[in-house]
């Protein structure tokens, strides 16, 4: 039995999204999408687990886990906590190589006809263009390049928190390949609309945002702290008006598309991030509680839309009113 046979459904045939009169379809910088639903990155693997629930391929996208040139261990355990609204993580970007990605998960997604963003992660500058050089004879769609990763290059400073960091990265992934580059912007910085404007001058095509912002639990009792690492990412619904607000900022700085993220759950979460600014949205933390959640969000856009007489989902880009 192959890895394919073994995960193939087994009692009723996965969730796709109802029929709408709306039109659904949105570009983000370059990439075509049916309906403006991804995931975010991390939270969904490369589709394979979900795809007994939800049909990958009516997703507007598939976002691939963080995928680095040789594979990473990871932090060590423990590394999830909850957290009221939301958990952290320090998962550490566990992943087993860009090799294997393109071995076992993409050609899988292929065959599903899933339109695929593959997350790029390095500790280098070298290790991300490495990464996207090696997938540019892959069935991938679009580049999401992570720079909240430590830059052992710069002593292990965040390579998203800086301009000239920013720029350098964005520049050389901007030069290994034509497919729309898209990069994820970390909220843990002082002025986010700054690193946008050099993602942009650096040949981004879209802006991905937010990653998780940082933070930290503690077991009283123990009096320890409750990750291994001590400080993780924190995500889920707790952090969307701060992601809100950085897509709303960030919309006003720059020109190109944005991919909005951060507490989504439901259809108005997404339709919300749409209204200041975002051209598609990506569902993260809810696939651990509810895996049919991207197929009920874009349900939920398409009857907001029905139920306003929106027409075409690109009206509501940027359709806030302040």
């Not at 707790?238 to 992601?243: C, I, L, N, R, S």
């Not at 975002?278 to 839309?305: D, H, K, L, M, R």
Request: aromatic share 4%.
């Amino acid at each position: 039995m192959t890895s394919i046979e073994r995960h193939q459904p087994v009692g009723p045939s996965p969730r796709q999204p109802r029929p709408t009169s709306v039109d659904m379809a949105v570009n983000l910088g370059g990439l075509d999408m049916k309906n403006p639903v991804t995931v975010a990155s991390g939270t969904f693997a490369a589709g394979r687990e979900y795809h007994d629930f939800v049909d990958v391929a009516t997703l507007g996208a598939v976002t691939t886990k963080g995928v680095s040139l040789n594979g990473w261990e990871g932090n060590a355990s423990p590394r999830i906590a909850e957290t009221p609204c939301g958990m952290l993580n320090s998962i550490g970007l566990q992943n087993p190589g860009v090799a294997h990605l393109k071995e076992h998960d993409l050609p899988w997604l292929a065959e599903r006809g899933a339109a695929v963003i593959v997350n790029v992660s390095g500790h280098s500058f070298d290790e991300y263009v490495a990464v996207i050089e090696a997938l540019e004879d892959a069935p991938v769609h679009a580049y999401e390049v992570n720079i909240s990763c430590p830059n052992v290059d710069a002593g292990g400073l965040t390579i998203g928190t800086s301009s000239s960091s920013v720029e350098a990265v964005v520049s050389r992934c901007r030069a290994a390949t034509k497919r729309p580059l898209i990069v994820k912007l970390t909220p843990n910085v002082t002025d986010i609309t700054e690193i946008a404007r050099a993602a942009e001058a650096a040949g981004a095509d879209a802006l991905s945002l937010i990653n998780t912002l940082l933070g930290m639990a503690i077991d009283a009792k123990h009096r320890r702290p409750q990750l291994a690492r001590v400080v993780g990412g924190l995500s889920g619904p707790a952090v969307k008006p701060v992601a809100l607000r950085m897509v709303w900022e960030c919309h006003k700085a720059v020109k190109i598309p944005l991919l909005g993220m951060g507490g989504i759950s439901t259809g108005i979460d997404a339709v919300e991030f749409m209204l200041a600014g975002a051209t598609a949205v990506a569902a993260g933390t809810v696939n651990f509680a509810n895996p049919c959640a991207t197929v009920e969000i874009i349900e939920g856009i398409a009857q907001y839309c029905e139920e306003e007489g929106v027409k075409d989902v690109k009206e509501l880009i940027g359709a806030l009113e302040c």
